[in-house]
């Protein structure tokens, strides 16, 4: 991530080559603004680091970070894969063009319904435990249906606790301790496992949780390999690459980080004897964490027991900060050259204490009618926006090289009321006592 700012010619925050402040007051605020060339280029990064060590090498984009339309279609042209959680990231994946056999759904408490919509768009599965497998050995037939597992290694890390995937207290994927077993079950039903899985946790700066889950799922791998016969066709290491979110956190070094990772898979290969499997990894913050910029309107300066500058967006359009406690950059997108002077809280809109996208930060003089650009809320905030408070949610926009488009229209007072229905029985005017 580069903290350093791009400045438009009229001297406001520029985003991909398009001016903050015209991005404003043509599309209103709050608005999401997406920089088209970062999340390319930090995709190619991310796919050059690991590739030049293991040419086959895969990248499963979690999409749950972001399921824009224009994003997934950005991704499908790069050669991405797709890490699905849901059967709408599934259909989302197929109508931007993603073949099947670049989904893997990993889903976690999964219906059978959801499994019969997987098996009947030729997605590939990631079991998450043996009560999905036995119901889907009742879905379809089994004999040679490749399949793979999610296994907890017992490893676990993360920006927050609430991210952490594995250890103790997760309830993702089926025991290490049981992995043989659930393997050679697999195979006495007839199914064909091919794949194993596992995911530590999402936000990950430091690499040494990564890599000690790598030694311990290749190990897991050589021994189902070794007394379950099975052949792995790819193995496949979740666990969100982090980014810095503060300009005093180090970023990933991504070519030390894949030199590394790439090195101790291949020598648990050959050690385990395990032929040469697709390695995959699932980054989705680290492609599209810092490409994309939250802009929102400054309506309110309050002098209470604390100043409070209220914007007009809220968690319900950004809940990382209510919800984590995750710091995300601030800038005075009109003057983001001024020096910062105080220390004030900026409060959204939302009618809850909560509601603060800082506490105590240090920013300049602001003043109503300033517009304020919130950094690196491309992952985990448009996708989960809400409707609370029965507020539309925001426009989103796409830029490149200054060349903008709308991808995602604002919505209205009328989709947050769409598929309501009132009964009839309460369409009667109220009768007086």
């Not at 009947?120 to 879905?139: C, F, M, P, T, Y």
């Not at 659930?182 to 199914?191: E, N, P, T």
């Amino acid at each position: 991530m580069n903290f350093d700012l791009e400045i438009s010619k009229k001297g406001n925050l520029s985003i991909g080559g398009a001016d903050a402040t015209h991005l404003a007051q043509e599309y209103g605020t709050p608005l999401y603004v997406i920089d088209e060339n970062r999340i390319r280029d930090n995709y190619r990064r991310v796919y050059r680091a690991f590739s030049q060590h293991y040419k086959d090498f895969q990248i499963f984009y979690a999409c749950k970070a972001n399921t824009n339309l224009s994003v997934m279609r950005i991704l499908e042209e790069e050669g991405s894969g797709i890490d699905a959680v849901s059967p709408g990231e599934i259909y989302t994946s197929l109508l931007t063009g993603f073949n099947p056999q670049r989904i893997l759904f990993t889903g976690n408490n999964v219906k059978d319904d959801e499994m019969e919509f997987t098996v009947e768009s030729g997605v590939r599965l990631n079991l998450d435990s043996i009560s999905q497998l036995k119901r889907l050995a009742k879905i379809v037939d089994p004999d040679g249906f490749k399949i793979s597992f999610r296994v907890n290694p017992m490893v676990g890390a993360g920006h927050h606790e609430h991210c952490i995937t594995g250890g103790e207290m997760s309830k993702f994927g089926i025991m290490e301790k049981e992995a043989v077993e659930v393997y050679k079950m697999a195979q006495k039903l007839g199914f064909d496992p091919v794949g194993i899985h596992t995911h530590i946790g999402s936000g990950i700066l430091d690499p040494e949780p990564f890599k000690l889950a790598v030694t311990t799922l290749m190990d897991i791998a050589g021994d189902i390999s070794e007394n379950a016969g099975v052949k792995f066709e790819f193995i496949d290491f979740g666990g969100g690459l982090g980014i810095p979110y503060s300009p005093d956190e180090q970023i990933l070094d991504i070519e030390t980080f894949a030199k590394e990772i790439t090195g101790l898979f291949k020598d648990k290969l050959a050690h385990y004897n395990l032929g040469k499997p697709t390695m995959c990894i699932e980054p989705g913050r680290y492609i599209v964490g810092d490409a994309s910029y939250l802009l929102t309107r400054v309506n309110t300066v309050k002098q209470s027991y604390r100043k409070f500058v209220g914007v007009d967006a809220g968690f319900n359009t950004l809940l990382r900060p209510s919800m984590y406690g995750s710091y995300h950059h601030i800038v005075l997108a009109n003057k983001p050259l001024a020096e910062s002077v105080e220390k004030l809280d900026i409060a959204g809109n939302v009618c809850e204490s909560g509601d603060l996208f800082a506490r105590d930060r240090t920013l300049p003089e602001l003043e109503e009618g300033d517009l304020i650009a919130i950094m690196n809320a491309g992952a985990y905030a448009f996708s989960m926006a809400s409707q609370y408070n029965s507020r539309p949610r925001p426009a989103e926009v796409l830029v490149k090289n200054g060349e903008i488009d709308l991808i995602r229209e604002r919505e209205t007072i009328a989709d947050v009321l769409n598929k309501q229905i009132i009964p009839t029985r309460l369409l009667n005017k109220s009768k007086k006592n």
